[in-house]
């Protein structure tokens, strides 16, 4: 056999090429998703809606029937519980002191943030184990001591001390995210700014704040919310019913060993209303503020 026979032997035999299976790609993983983020989503919501169910019964419904729906729908269950626990004034209360608090805790972990990474802070690596440190640790570790100073300092059952207290225990992990956006932002601007006779306030305030300004807003919102829904230093710090924040106005519903529950899932609706709001006029910026760099150490 020649070489041109063989070759036309070996061509005419050669087995035709596979088909390449064409994958689906998406088809799996989307269910999959699906099927996840479907059971997440009910197990998110599930507890609101009970929450909610339960807002709209008597208290002793709850009782026979705490996850089903209401038989009578009893709207003034809200009215109620706002008038109970006069939840106007709470609410008003809350409001100043998550404000005082997100500002405050704002101009602290900017403040820190820009002096770590911009002003050559010795011991960098200490102060960011420092703060790790103070996320970690439990309030209550600190409380005797800090109800005895409260106290010598004129500070307890002061709206402005538990404010002071907030700031100490919101400012670490605020700090962590401002400064992992200061991490990522190039120094050419401000090296600029400073070849055009800038100040460090200068460069600080017209330069850097500008650019971090997503990270900012959500170390205040952050901070702002927390304070919002924060119970165990409330009920210890602050006394007086004049500056009882709205997270303490569900104690009003429990008389002895017994609680109103139906009365403390209207007062909790009514109390979430405003957090709620905020969230959907800022989830924007809430939303980038938390994906566009994260915290780095």
Known sequence: MSNTQHSLYTYAYTP?????????????????????????????LAPLLVFATNSLKSAREIDSNPLGLPQSWNWSNFAYAWQQAEMGGALLNSVLIALATAVGVAIIATAAAYAMTRLGLPGEGGWILWLLVASSLPIQLFLVPLVSWWSFLGLYNQPFGLVVIYWAVFSPFATLLVRSFLLGLPKEYEEAARIDGAGELRVFSRVVL????????????????????EFML???FIQDSDFRPVALSLYSF???????????????????LPVVILFLTMQRTFIDGYVSRGVAV
């Open 16 to 44: 035709p090429p596979k088909p390449v299976p064409v994958e689906r790609r998406g088809e799996r993983p989307q269910v999959v998703t699906w099927v996840v983020l479907g059971l997440l989503g009910l197990y998110a």
């Open 254 to 272: 429990q008389q002895g060993f017994t609680t109103d529950w139906s009365m403390v899932s209207a007062a909790g609706l009514i109390m979430a």
């Open 210 to 229: 500008p650019m971090i300004q997503p990270a900012v807003l959500t170390a205040a919102l952050v901070s702002g919310l927390q304070a919002y829904n």
């Open 234 to 236: 409330a009920v210890t």
